[in-house]
T-cell receptor, first 110, second 113 residues
Framework: GQNIDQPTEMTATEGAIVQINCTYQ??????LFWYQQHAGEAPTFLSY????GLEEKGRFSSFLSRSKGYSYLLLKELQMKDSASYLC???????????FGRGTSLIVHP | EAQVTQNPRYLITVTGKKLTVTCSQN?????MSWYRQDPGLGLRQIYY???????DKGDVPEGYKVSRKEKRNFPLILESPSPNQTSLYFC????????????FGDGTRLSIL
């Protein structure tokens, strides 16, 4: 793989903010995706970053630093339904098909 | 409705009995992929295709075959399934545009006894 690293598991409290980090090898970087996946279901698209900076979409934001090979997904005002796995996927070189990290399992508790 | 359709959704079978998991998309996407997902290992790419008659190996292709005879279909073939291929499988498709994400099917849970 392309050494895409994410924490395995995180826990947070309903209503709080959580940041899920993703690091990757920078060589040939060509875009980064975040997906949400509930247990036993298909991944669903959350965000895409290809330039440095923050992309905001409602309660979810995603940040990218290309020079550092680093991205994070920020979830605000956490709800119980946000309990899921969050997958970081990086596109490298000329490929339009990204490689996935192992995912971060987020548990939101009351 | 734009979708990726996989069949079957669930299958229990025995070692050595050839099986095919079908995948069809109705979005006219060029790119299609197969992944397997195992606990602690995330989504690992098996094979991908960038267009009709163009396929290539992903990270874990051993024991699998694919074909892309039509743009909409990308079947996954297990010629002689073994227990280590027990897994959750996802098919995905995407267009060639840079910021367009992959669309995933609902998954196929295979159990090889």
């Amino acid at each position: 793989g392309q050494n895409i690293d994410q924490p395995t598991e995180m826990t947070a409290t309903e209503g709080a903010i959580v940041q899920i980090n993703c690091t990757y090898q920078t060589s040939g970087f060509n875009g980064l995706f975040w997906y949400q996946q509930h247990a036993g279901e298909a991944p669903t698209f959350l965000s895409y970053n290809v330039l440095d900076g923050l992309e905001e979409k409602g309660r979810f934001s995603s940040f990218l630093s290309r020079s550092k090979g680093y991205s994070y997904l920020l979830l605000k005002e956490l709800q119980m339904k946000d309990s899921a796995s969050y997958l970081c996927a990086v596109r490298l070189g000329g490929s339009y098909i990204p490689t996935f990290g192992r995912g971060t399992s987020l548990i939101v508790h009351p | 409705e734009a979708q990726v359709t996989q069949n079957p959704r669930y299958l229990i079978t025995v070692t050595g009995k050839k099986l095919t998991v079908t995948c069809s998309q109705n979005m006219n996407h060029e790119y299609m992929s197969w992944y397997r997902q195992d606990p602690g290992l995330g989504l690992r790419q098996i094979y991908y295709s960038m267009n009709v008659e163009v396929t290539d190996k992903g990270d874990v292709p051993e024991g699998y075959k694919v074909s892309r005879k039509e743009k909409r279909n990308f079947p996954l073939i297990l010629e002689s399934p073994s227990p280590n291929q027990t897994s959750l499988y996802f098919c995905a498709s995407s267009s060639g545009s840079g910021n367009q994400p992959q669309h995933f099917g609902d998954g196929t849970r295979l159990s090889i006894l």
